[in-house]
């Protein structure tokens, strides 16, 4: 929709992020003994075998650094868990790019790098990151756990924000937005 041209075995657009069609979405994008990890057309598994798997391997491969406990969201190309990081004793969201997604050098560095600016960012709006990591299968990110609940998860529950509850978000939103685009 941006209109970015992309890597040939890129899945999703290298700037703005959105799902790309065309050939890519029928190529074997990992190894067979993998496949269970991701299906054609939806990057992140979804039925719970995959998601077991995921999981699985989420917990073998970050093993050294954290107990991954639960998963506690997922988008169109991450999937977030629950972790106790190991040295320091503390609770973190594993943000995590699984395998299968065909990223092109171009998304991994991206990746990394937006880790990093978000890294140096200071302000009581934006999750501080720890750490930006990659194992032989995935990306992931480890930042503060916070707990509590999605907006969409409260709305859900209770129906639409009243417009104090609503103004509220927004300054919290747009204040970060802010800090951030003032620090590039």
């Not at 969201?73 to 004793?89: C, D, F, P, S, T």
């Amino acid at each position: 929709s941006c209109e970015t041209p992309n890597s040939a075995d890129a899945r999703f657009c290298e700037r703005c992020g959105a799902a790309l069609a065309g050939p890519a979405e029928t190529t074997q994008l990992i190894d067979p003994a993998e496949a269970s990890l991701v299906t054609s057309g939806d990057p992140v598994p979804v039925d719970d075998v995959a998601r077991q798997a995921l999981l699985d391997l989420a917990r073998r491969e970050l093993s050294e650094e954290y107990d991954v406990e639960k998963e506690i969201g997922r988008g169109g190309m991450a999937v977030v868990y629950k972790a106790k990081e190991r040295e320091l004793r503390r609770s973190v969201a594993l943000k995590v790019l699984p395998p299968g997604l065909a990223l092109g050098a171009s998304v991994v560095e991206r990746f990394k790098r937006e880790a990093q600016m978000a890294a140096s960012l200071d302000h009581p709006n934006i999750i501080p990151i720890y750490r930006v990591g990659q194992t032989a299968s995935m990306l992931y990110l480890a930042m503060r756990y916070v707990e509590g609940r999605s907006l969409d998860s409260v709305i859900a529950q209770q129906g639409a924000l009243t417009v104090p509850a609503v103004v509220s978000v927004l300054r919290s939103a747009t204040a970060a937005l802010a800090y951030a685009h003032e620090h590039g």
